[in-house]
């Protein structure tokens, strides 16, 4: 059984910083690339940012420069470091495992950030 478990969200003022991690079970994580997305009321989901099993990173633009993407395979463990958090950061993250076709997503944490 597959589980994506992420931690790490809470109420935080504009310019603060938060850490979010994913631990994954049931899968072998070191070969998944794994990314964080996340969805606002009333928007889609949408990518904030990816890394791959070797650790290469990809990030949207409205969070370069602020977020940072890494993994720890040895912990089963992705992280998502956010700073210079602003409203509109405000969302529910979600944790996703990618392998070809085989994704898995996690129940989301929620971020918000006041004003």
């Known amino acids: 059984q597959v589980q994506l478990v992420e931690s790490g969200g809470g109420l935080v003022q504009a310019g603060g910083s938060l850490r979010l991690s994913c631990v994954a079970s049931?899968?072998?994580?070191?070969?998944?690339?794994m990314g964080w997305y996340r969805q606002a009321p009333g928007k889609q989901r949408e990518l904030v940012a990816t890394?791959?099993?070797?650790?290469?990173?990809n990030y949207a633009d409205y969070v370069k420069g602020r977020f940072t993407i890494s993994r720890d395979n040895a912990k089963r463990t992705v992280y998502l470091q956010m700073s210079s958090l602003k409203p509109e950061d405000t969302a529910v993250y979600y944790c996703?495992?990618?392998?070809?076709?085989?994704?898995?997503w996690g129940q989301g944490t929620q971020v918000t950030v006041s004003s």
């Open positions: 049931g899968i072998i994580f070191s070969i998944y690339d």
């Open positions: 890394i791959t099993k070797s650790g290469n990173t």
């Open positions: 996703n495992a990618l392998l070809g076709r085989s994704g898995f």
